[in-house]
């Protein structure tokens, strides 16, 4: 870092120059004076000996000075100059820059922090999920029951731990009204597995994991400040659940946040239990942590033999099972990571267009100062210090464009972290070092890709010689470079838009749909209760009964049930049935979705019934409904009435019931996704948390008050939450779409605004230096439609080019698209038409201003300009 | 054209400089005084090329300057460094050997 100190010593040593000069000067005098001569004389003289004082000082200076930081500093200087004269230009290149570097660089940090970035655990590549799957019934997941749990432990090679966890809302009853909270119940090695350690207090020992033990429980940092206050004096006190209570014995830290961030409680859950013995019971998700070095691969092969084992060991329970390993990370962030590569080349795109953009407007400024740059050469710049100068400008543009840049991103890193966008991680996405690093890049790539074309052809000796001899230029047919670049500009921009108009056509394809029920006018919420009910069927539906019975009494109310899933909301529950007598393969096994639902849920969802009647208010689970798929699928014309189902595989106890009634066909396990042959149980409490839906008769959040009222009066202890209109529900559930929809949508019309001022800026300075010629033409009698018509056209041809080439870049990249779209194929003619015909329009109005312009020349005016 | 001739001169500047600045710590003016005395007025280097060449040889590591005090002024004092002592030397025998050569080059040639 030689250089740097030498730069800072400049100064310095001009003053070092100087007295030692002055000191020479001086000794001459003295020498002057002693020789007899007059003081004046003697100063004269000596001044004349010492010879030019700035001239020396100029020669010693050449000797010290760092010529490249030296001429970048001059170079920065003079740009600083050049960007004050033309404020203008200069504003329209930072505010292109930064539009294009802020989007870039927000998309950026968010693929940086979901999909590059590891998990926030430690050694987070070692964390994978076991997921057992039943061979039997359409491979459905099932969770792992606790016994089976432990032998994976024991038996296993790979892994430094598994461990296991569920969560379920609970009421926190220490206040005069319950609070919902999240507990996530983890069996022992959860904390070493996932690698972390309480911020305050300490794990759960030995005791509190083992049955009959004392309640232990970790808080989250959350709780802790908003419960404790983040006091210390926190650990030790009890939070109360009912009739029990748990002393919390440790802090979370805040960025701990599993199984997922709302979670408030971990609980230890004993794996000695009596009633957790049971082989077949599904209670776990499991988590586990490979060994050092050991590659997921390894992990499978590990777990898939220890479960072939217990599957000999234990046929009954475990041979039909087997065992997916999947890393935690891919878990989280898979579903993302199409929409945000898809988003980041949107935002590469647009980048690659402000860029384009901003090149042609440097070639055309480049031309309006071939005079200074010739005067330049003849003052003896040579071309690199041309270019460098050139270079310099766009850099300190660049800069300043992407230093805004980065301030939109940071609103856009802000926004995202508070707007239900549907990704993961969202809550980490933050501004730091590593967008500024990427923005120093932006910079640098900005500049180089803007500025180096132009500054090339400006710096042309050729060019500028013959200008400078030849003084003004009375042709130029239009830089073909400059149309190239506005030529990429609209082909870019119409890729973009023809994406962005698919997305929203898939989205308007959505909304359109029929779903089969009606998802207006309903409330949706849950009411919290405990897994301990389920010990008690009957009381547990009871209860559910006479809420929904309170609910329907309610004015204003017009239906109420309740549903194991939210209609609408993607889920799907595959099972396997079979029916007794069905006349396309007897008792034959056939795989359909199962939904449970509450008597009331038909016609409150106002789904039609096609044939026989809904659930009664009976809980004995005897009763099931079809709908109209499933009859088609599996029966001929002998109707399913009366004929008794069971359902297999995957649940612990078969249920079996008759089929009462048939209903029409209901989009129900996803708007996007096509009605599937589907069973409803009869079952009102398939857990002890059911979705409620209320339908009402007015609007269904002003209901959500009422509700919660009546509810405190008959369920004082338990509290309502997730209480929102369903189609709030439906909306957060495509969140992400609506998310990627409306991005895309904002780079398509930016992308396309920035074209359109291409197209708009490079004809006006086509006009502007074709003036003379344009006055000669309409004086020699040229009619002015026609010279409006030229431009007018030459604007059109760059469009019809640039769509051309965007449609079929667009078509070749359909595949970044697939699985994004609902109801539109990737290459549909309407939507490309559409597209077509709005850049057309727009392109026009573009053209339409400096055609007219240009017709509008006068003469006289010209020509007497010479 | 003004490089070409430099080159012969600087060198032959350097090395009086040298010489004069082996002495032991001395200025810019005295170099040019000794310089002139010494040589009868007939060297008499202008202050445009003494400190060029003194800051050069400075660069270069062959001679090391201070700030000091004369006549109760601030001046900047030279001093050989132990490079530019080797250096000196090394510059003594080519230019002897060259004067050598020009000499008999000169005589012979008659």
């Known amino acids: 870092m030689d250089w740097v100190k030498r730069l800072f ?52 200076h050449d000797l010290y000075r760092i010529p490249l930081i030296e ?9 600083g100059r050049l960007i004050r004269r033309s404020p203008g230009v200069s504003a329209a290149i930072v505010f292109t820059l930064m539009i294009g570097t802020g989007a870039n660089i927000a998309v950026f940090s ?70 919902k909270l999240t507990r996530a119940f983890v069996t022992k090695r959860f904390l070493q597995v996932m690698g972390v350690s309480p911020t305050a207090g300490r794990d ?221 991680r969202a809550n980490e996405i933050a501004v730091d070092w590593r967008m500024l690093v990427y923005a120093i890049v932006c910079a640098l790539t900005a500049t180089i890709v803007c500025g180096l074309l132009p500054a090339w052809r400006t710096a042309r000796y050729e060019i500028a010689h013959s200008l400078a001899a030849g003084g003004k230029a009375h042709v130029s047919s239009g830089n073909p470079m400059q149309w190239a670049l506005v030529t990429v500009q609209v082909a870019l921009a119409v890729t973009l838009l023809l994406g962005a108009a698919l997305l929203l056509r898939s989205f308007y394809e959505l909304g359109r749909v029929n779903a089969g029920f009606d998802v207006r006018h309903v409330l949706a919420f849950r009411v919290d209760g405990s897994y301990a009910e389920t010990t008690d069927m009957k009381r547990l539906q009871q209860r ?72 009664g208010d009976t809980i004995e689970n005897k009763y099931a409904l079809v709908n109209q798929s499933f009859v088609s699928r599996f029966f001929g014309t002998a109707g399913p009435i009366g004929r008794q189902i069971r359902m297999a595989g995957g649940l612990q106890t078969p249920l079996s019931a008759e089929i009462r009634g048939v209903v029409a066909d209901a989009r129900e396990q996803g708007i996007n996704v096509s009605p599937s042959p589907t069973v409803y149980w009869c079952v009102n409490a398939p857990s002890p948390t059911p979705n409620y839906l209320v339908r009402t008769a007015g609007d269904p959040a002003a209901m959500a008050g009422t509700v919660r009222q009546v509810m405190r009066t008959i369920e004082p202890s338990r509290s309502v939450y997730e209480i929102r209109p369903l189609n709030e ?37 086509l006009v502007n230096s074709r003036r003379r010629e344009i006055g000669l033409r309409l004086a020699l009698g040229a009619q002015r439609e026609r010279i409006a018509g030229s431009f007018l056209a030459q604007g059109l041809r760059v469009c019809a080019i640039g769509c051309v080439a965007g449609v079929m870049l667009a078509l070749s990249f359909t595949r970044l698209l697939s699985g994004m779209l609902y109801g539109v194929p990737p290459n549909d003619p309407t939507t490309i038409a559409a597209v077509v015909v709005l850049v057309t329009i727009v392109g026009t109005l573009a053209a339409t201003l400096p055609a007219v312009r240009a017709a509008k020349t006068d003469p006289m005016q010209v020509l007497r300009e010479g | 054209m003004a490089s070409e001739k430099s080159d012969l001169l600087q060198g032959t500047l350097d090395l009086l400089i040298l010489k004069v600045v082996a002495v032991g710590p001395i200025h810019g003016y005295a170099v040019a005084q000794r310089l002139r005395q ?15 060449a003194l800051h050069r040889l400075q660069k270069k590591g062959w001679l090391n300057a201070e700030w000091g005090e004369s006549n109760g002024r601030e001046a900047r004092f030279y001093k050989l460094s132990a490079q530019g002592r080797k250096r000196l030397a090394e510059e003594k025998i080519t230019w002897e050997r060259m004067a050598r050569a020009i000499s008999l080059v000169l005589r012979t040639a008659e």
Request: proline share 6%; with cysteine; net charge neutral.
């Open chain 1, 544 to 615: 559910i009964n006479r809420t929904l019975e309170t609910l329907r009494s309610l004015p204003g109310v017009k239906g109420a049930a309740t549903s194991s899933g939210l209609p609408g909301v993607p889920s799907q529950f595959p099972t396997e049935v079979s029916v007794a007598g069905s006349d396309k393969g007897v008792l034959q096994p056939i795989l359909a979705n199962s939904r449970f639902v509450s008597s009331g849920y038909f016609s409150t969802m106002q789904i039609p019934m096609l044939a026989g009647a809904e659930c």
């Open chain 1, 71 to 79: 001429t970048f500093l001059r170079n920065l200087k003079l740009s």
């Open chain 2, 38 to 52: 010494i040589s009868n007025d007939v060297l008499q280097v202008p202050p445009g090329s003494l400190y060029p």
């Open chain 1, 204 to 424: 759960f020992t030995a005791e509190e994991q083992r049955f009959g033990g004392p309640n232990a429980i970790l808080i989250s940092d959350r709780l802790w400040r908003q419960r404790f206050s983040a006091a210390p004096q926190a650990i030790g006190q009890s939070l109360h659940f009912g009739k029990s209570s748990a002393a919390i014995v440790g802090v979370m830290p805040a960025s701990f946040q599993f199984p997922d961030e709302s979670v408030d409680i971990w609980s230890a859950v004993p794996a000695d239990a009596p009633y957790a013995q049971n082989r077949t019971s599904t209670w776990y998700t499991a988590i586990g942590r490979l060994k050092p070095a050991v590659k997921v691969g390894q992990g499978v092969a590990d777990i898939a033999l220890v479960q072939s084992r217990l599957g000999r060991q234990f046929p009954a329970s475990d041979e039909k099972l087997n065992v997916e390993v999947q890393p935690l990370k891919e878990t989280t962030v898979g579903s993302s990571r199409r929409s945000l590569w898809m988003l980041f080349g949107a935002v590469t795109l647009l980048l690659v267009i402000a860029c384009a953009n901003i090149a042609a407007v440097l070639l055309a400024r480049g031309t309006e100062r071939q005079h200074e740059i010739a005067v330049r050469y003849s003052l003896g710049a040579s071309q690199r210090a041309i270019v460098g100068q050139l270079l310099t400008e766009v850099l300190v543009l660049a800069s300043l464009g992407a230093a805004a840049g980065l301030g939109i991103a940071a609103l856009v890193v802000r926004w995202l972290r508070t707007f239900p966008s549907g990704l993961p």
């Open chain 1, 110 to 179: 968010a693929v940086d922090t979901i999909l590059v970035r590891p998990l926030p655990f430690p050694q987070s590549d070692q964390l994978v999920l076991l997921l057992q799957h039943s061979t039997e019934g359409g491979n459905p997941q099932t969770l792992v029951a606790p016994v089976r749990l432990e032998d994976w432990n024991r038996m296993s090679s790979a892994f430094q731990a598994i461990a296991g966890y569920y969560v379920e809302d609970t009421s926190e009853t220490s206040g005069p009204l319950p609070e």
């Open chain 1, 729 to 765: 529900h439906l909306s957060d559930a495509f969140s992400e779409t609506r998310m990627r929809t409306v991005l895309l949508s904002l780079f398509g019309l930016i992308a396309i605004s920035l074209a359109c001022v291409g197209v708009y800026g490079t004809l006006v300075y």
């Open chain 1, 9 to 60: 010593r400049l100064r310095e040593q001009e003053k070092e120059f100087d007295r030692e000069l002055e000191f020479h000067l001086e000794e001459l005098f003295q020498e002057n004076l002693a020789k007899g001569l007059a003081a004046e004389e003697a100063m004269r003289r000596a001044k004349l000996e010492l010879g030019g004082r700035e001239q020396i000082k100029d020669e010693l």
